[in-house]
């Protein structure tokens, strides 16, 4: 992770009280560290040089160990479509990682990645196919929501953690992120409006029940039972449905939260009336929702997006059996849409690092 830069802190990984220890060891007054927290986590400044209101003695200090990515725009893709916006980011170190801005009539959605790369190989996601690079940092899963706040000019009112990498797997850092981003002396983003997902790390979700969160939850199904789910999954084979089913019940009983199920509909896969049936049978009686997602084709991969009747059918099926359900739309069909396939596209073969000239 990268939490340090040649020696360097990374600031904006600091939650508050941190960051006020860090200010007046070295000397500052503590109102100092009110302005610099608001600097970065309210004005969103991507530079030390930008924080008018600190002298240009303290920061000098300030640079002298700590640092603060600024976050460079490899590459966007735009939507001619929808306007949804795909960013490519260098980070200090040469690592890339993607964020997605989302344009909805409920308001903007951000997504961001938890990891570069990612270690869990399901096989229909791009994002891991080269393994994981590395676990992101606070303040660079802080940053990507940062940058594209002032790239759009827009506000964000929901942030979904559903890019790379899988969140529980980078668990304290996604904890403290969730309680910086929603925070009142940050960007105050309500908790409501934030959707973690993952593909069911047992331990980890009956540890994030305790943490006394209102965030959404979402676990990665995509197949009504443990045979056909080990088949596109390899943390099936570590985690029964069941047990994954046990953990939500917990999580729904200490947060209230309802939760959603992601079910990515893979054509002859995982598609028909049976796992339809099947799947409302396992989610009986709970408080739910299942968000379907037309799988989106990566190169690399054989699978195939269900046709529309398949999906049509298949949602009809989950509400004619008291399940909640709705087909995820497309964003960003013209650009790379699936999970990982900008970052690809720009990575030398296996070096998760390397940068195609
Ligand atoms: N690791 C987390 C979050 C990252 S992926 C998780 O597994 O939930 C976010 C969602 O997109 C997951 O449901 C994932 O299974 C799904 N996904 C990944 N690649 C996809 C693809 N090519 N088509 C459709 N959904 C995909």
Partial sequence: MMDKMNGKQDI??????ALKDEIIKLGMPAFRAKQIYNWIHVKLVMDFEEMKNISRGDRERLKDIFYLDPMAVRDVQISSIDGTRKYLFLLSDGTMIESVWMEYHHGNSVCISSQ????????????????????????EMLAQVYAITRDTGKRVSNVVVMGSGEPLDNYDQLLTFLHMISDEQGLCISQRNLTVSTCGL??????????????????????????????MMPIARVYSIKQILEACRVYYGKTGRRLTF????????????????????????MNCHVNLIPVNPIKERKFQQSDRTNQQEFKKLLEKNGINATIRREMGRDIDGACGQLRRRHMDGQNGNTIKA
């Fill in 12 to 17: 904006r990984s600091l939650p508050f009280e």
């Fill in 116 to 139: 570069a790369g990612c270690r869990m190989g399901c096989k229909f996601c791009a994002s891991t196919i080269d393994g994981l690079a590395r676990n992101l940092s606070v303040g």
């Fill in 202 to 231: 047992v331990p980890k979700i009956l540890e994030l029940a305790e943490e006394g969160l209102s965030i959404t939850l979402a676990i990665s199904l995509h197949a009504p039972d443990d045979a056909l789910r080990q088949t």
């Fill in 262 to 285: 992601e079910y990515s509909l893979v054509k002859d896969v995982n598609d028909t009336r049976h796992h339809a049936l099947k799947l409302a049978e396992l989610l009986r009686g």
